[in-house]
């Protein structure tokens, strides 16, 4: 039997499902020849010693063995393009390959393209997890392959991670909000399963009820353009609504569409404010105001602590904090 957080062998298959190792060898590159019963108890004798299949010398004879695997949320969102930049900056110079997918903001996902990035025989992977269990990552580290959490902390500190200050971000939008004289104001958050809606949350509320403020949140499914055009209807449902702080910029991207289709004036009925300062954001009309944080920054000192070029503190304090920019999205409550 294998032990816990060592890989499993084709010989350790091969004595649990009562073959050979030639057996084994063919369920896993010519199936075809092998009988269906003997194909499934070998498949069954895989699930249930983890069974991880090496394909690097199959499939990566390149030397992407010294490549490294990068899952994202959301590579349609600019704010993640702008990260995987950051990655390449650093395996650029140092001649290593990037394979980079999305999990959607799906677990199932991500818990798929796991198993197949750890199956390549990568040198380590950079992960932006979709939720807080972060045990499949302990897990595959434990391995031996290297992992480096990419805007998200792990509580116990087993996994390195690089992460952004979300909650201050979301106080220098809320403050701003209401240094214009908003007091109702509603925010526009994707799912608390991901940690910056969690902080952004966090921070967004503790500035509300240091001001007197009661918090409006709306929750969106994804963190899209649809999804902030979609919850338009609700915003305008709350009472005497003067201003929207929008978890990321694409939501704010959405909502500006369904107000100004709704006939709903920006800024002058209502003010609205992105997070992340996406570069389409000072091409709107108006131009978003927003909160810039560094997606590129943390993308490079991510992949520097992968590499052990940099420790992971040195990492953190590299980051700059969130900058409020100022533009014309926003402007005085008129009420």
Known sequence: MAEANR???????????????????????????VAPETRERVTRAMESLNFVVNRSARELRMGSSEACGVIVLDIANPFWAQ??????????????????????????????????????GLLGLLVAPTGEHLDELWRIQARGTGVVLIDHDDATGRLPAVALDH?????????????????????????????????????YEQVCRSAGITPLEVAVDGMTVASGFDCVSHLLAIDGLTAVFCVNDMVALGVLKGLSE??????????????DDSEFSAMLS????????????????????????????????????????????VVPARY
């Open 7 to 33: 890989r499993a062998t084709s010989r350790e298959v091969a004595d649990a499902a009562g073959v050979s190792q030639a057996t084994v060898s063919n369920v896993l590159n010519r199936p075809d020849v």
């Open 262 to 275: 709704r006939g709903v004036g920006v800024p002058e009925e209502i003010s609205v404010i992105g997070y």
């Open 167 to 203: 909650v201050a971000g979301a106080r220098l939008a809320t403050n701003h909000l209401i240094a214009q004289g908003h007091r109702r104001i509603a925010m526009v958050n994707g799912s608390i399963q991901n940690h910056w809606c969690r902080d952004r949350r966090a921070g």
């Open 286 to 329: 108006p131009a978003l105001t927003t909160v810039r944080q560094s997606a590129f920054a943390i993308g490079a000192a991510a992949a520097r602590v992968l590499f052990n070029i940099e420790s992971v503190e040195s990492a953190n304090r590299s980051l700059e904090a969130p900058v409020l920019v100022d533009r014309q999205s």
């Open 83 to 120: 990260v995987t930049s950051g990655i390449e900056s650093v395996t650029g110079p140092l001649e290593r390959a990037v394979l980079l997918a999305s999990s959607g903001e799906s677990t199932v996902k991500e818990r798929q393209l796991l198993h197949q990035l750890e199956a390549a």
